[in-house]
């Protein structure tokens, strides 16, 4: 599995940030307060959000308002990674998206799928695809 870009919404100190063309092996580097902390802890909040739920990994970096960008203006934060691996004897792009909002000072996901392009055309296949509670994902395939 390869990492090719990233796209951040509302995290933190990431007001709107698109990293693409990550290489194989990346330093990050900046004065502090700057962010580096927060994209390593992209990959932790994601772990937490997968070993318990989205509530206690937000509860753990206090609470959907403190991971919320100060004055964001969109009332979501959203994580994009687009990576890629092998599926079928092909290296495919897959993109994991996850958007989540507040709603009655409790957090919800607004939106989660898990897609791959199938070819450099054509429409991709989703593996995983809710919004707003509603959705399906694939079992055993």
């Not at 995290?11 to 693409?20: G, M, P, R, Y």
């Not at 927060?38 to 739920?53: A, E, I």
């Not at 004897?89 to 958007?99: D, S």
């Not at 898990?114 to 809710?130: E, H, I, M, S, T």
């Amino acid at each position: 599995m390869r990492i090719e870009s990233i796209r951040l919404r509302n995290f933190k100190a990431f007001k709107s940030v698109d990293i693409s063309d990550v290489p194989p092996f990346m330093v990050v580097v900046g004065a502090n307060g700057t962010g580096k902390s927060t994209l390593f802890d992209v990959f932790g909040f994601l772990h937490d959000c997968l070993q318990s739920n989205v509530r206690q990994a937000l509860s753990a970096r206090g609470r959907f308002r403190e991971v919320l960008s100060r004055g964001a203006t969109n009332e979501s934060i959203l994580i994009e990674i687009q990576y890629r691996m092998e599926i079928v004897g092909t290296n495919r792009l897959v993109t994991y998206t996850l958007e989540i909002s507040e709603e009655k000072g409790a957090p919800f996901v607004k939106r989660e799928s898990l897609r791959y392009k199938r070819g450099r055309y054509g429409a991709p296949f989703y593996f995983l695809d809710f919004e707003s509670g509603q959705g399906w994902a694939i079992i055993n395939e």
